[in-house]
């Protein structure tokens, strides 16, 4: 069974950090980008980052540089998102999207991350 599967979110204070994992059953992600995108409570779904299956190049939003970095593991299947100094505004359901762009496109269902003191 093709899945993406979020894992990592929870009940963090600001400034604390989280680590979110992106597992892949069923494919390989070595010729997937894998993008983390977000959605807050009665706002869009928006890119948060994003990494390159050719290079490993990254990429990130304004509002998250510097203090988020994505990684990959293809020996694990594995995509990261280490979040550091976490901010109210942070909060929301984080997804994690796979496109090798041949067509292929998944979508994990998402981990809700909460910083609140």
């Not at 059953?25 to 779904?45: C, H, M, N, V």
């Not at 990429?59 to 540089?65: E, G, K, L, R």
């Not at 901010?87 to 929301?92: F, V």
């Amino acid at each position: 069974q093709v899945q993406l599967v979020e894992s990592g979110g929870g009940l963090v204070q600001p400034g604390g950090s989280l680590r979110l994992s992106c597992a892949a059953s069923g494919f390989t992600l070595d010729y997937y980008a894998i993008g983390w995108f977000r959605q807050a409570p009665g706002k869009e779904r928006e890119g948060v980052s994003c990494i390159s299956s050719y290079d490993g190049s990254t990429d990130y939003a304004d509002s998250v540089q510097g203090r988020f970095t994505i990684s990959r593991d293809n020996a694990k299947n594995t995509v990261y998102l280490q979040m550091n100094n976490l901010k109210p505004e942070d909060t929301a359901v984080y997804y994690c999207n796979a496109d090798n762009n041949y067509g292929m496109n998944y979508w994990g269902k998402g981990t809700l991350v909460t910083v609140s003191s």
